[in-house]
């Protein structure tokens, strides 16, 4: 029997976390890198980020960069939720399963409930029925809920589906944030604009994930509701992530999101009523 042995190129699907930056992310860097520039945010690439970031969600924003995804997230989620609070959450999703107890910490406590779903997916109904012990000083108190986009399953939640999370969430006077560490994939996917996957959706708070999909380290916490900030300036600092050269996380988010090349890293796209050629046609390489 003859052996016939073919060339197989192995594919790892593994979020982009073992490619390097894409061109444009590592061009912008070097150009960041050329002169002296304020520090702690306070330069104009940085503050830039607020307009740019606001043109493309269609409404005034107010954008925070961060380093990591998991800072997004629990830095996102404090504050919205007291220590003694309660946040929703999917059992699969990546606050619940694959940040250390991120969330616990930043909060300074508060419990994350887990719900069962379906797929990696919230179900509406089964949120709306867990939400309990409001006002009851035994019980940690209902204050968020978080919902994964894309999950964890590799499923995206449609925009009925967050549209009627968010009505539940809202109807309890609680807040909600979106984990997008894949954002860009699911909005992909969708065929929808930013702002009708978050806010027109009713979504409060997003973490803009960026590093997933061609950075080297840049995420952004994005609040839909200025009233939602609060005190998280103090609390970055605190956790360390008020950055001093913070021009080098803004540098990746500013090219990331400049001339739609975070589109153009997921696949064919109609977003803004305009379709985008796909640039790789098989295994995605920078």
Not at 34 to 48: I, Q
Not at 77 to 89: A, Q, R, V
């Amino acid at each position: 029997m003859t052996e016939i042995k073919t060339k197989r190129e192995r594919v790892k699907f593994a979020s982009d976390n073992v490619t390097g930056a894409c061109p444009e992310v590592l061009n912008a860097l070097l150009k960041a890198n050329e002169d002296d520039k304020t520090p702690y945010g306070n330069d104009e690439l940085s503050k830039n980020l607020q307009n740019k970031f606001s043109e493309i969600f269609e409404k005034e924003v107010i954008v925070f960069p961060t380093a990591s995804g998991t800072a997004a997230n629990a830095l996102a989620l404090s504050t919205m939720t007291p220590s003694f609070g309660n946040i929703y959450c999917h059992r699969l999703s990546h606050i619940n399963v694959d940040e250390c107890g991120a969330p616990e910490f930043y909060t300074g406590g508060a419990k994350l409930v887990n719900l069962d779903g379906n797929n990696g997916k919230i179900i509406a109904e089964e949120l709306d029925r867990n939400i309990s012990g409001k006002g009851v000083v035994h019980h940690t108190q209902p204050s968020s809920v978080s919902i994964t986009q894309l999950c964890e399953t590799g499923v995206a939640y449609n925009l009925d589906e967050i549209k009627k999370i968010s009505e539940i969430t809202h109807k309890h006077d609680l807040n909600i944030h979106m984990d997008g560490a894949r954002f860009a994939n699911a909005l992909v996917s969708l065929n929808c604009t930013p702002a009708e996957m978050t806010w027109k959706s009713g979504i409060d708070v997003l973490s803009f994930g960026a590093t997933k999909n061609g950075c080297l380290a840049a995420e952004a916490i994005i609040f839909f509701k200025p009233e939602l900030v609060g005190n998280l300036p103090f609390l970055m600092k605190r956790a360390g992530h008020l950055l001093s050269k913070m021009r080098f996380v803004s540098a990746q988010l500013d090219a990331y999101i400049s001339n739609e090349v975070w589109l153009k890293k997921c696949e064919a796209c109609k977003c803004h009523g305009k379709k985008i050629k796909p640039r790789f046609t098989e295994v995605q390489k920078y």
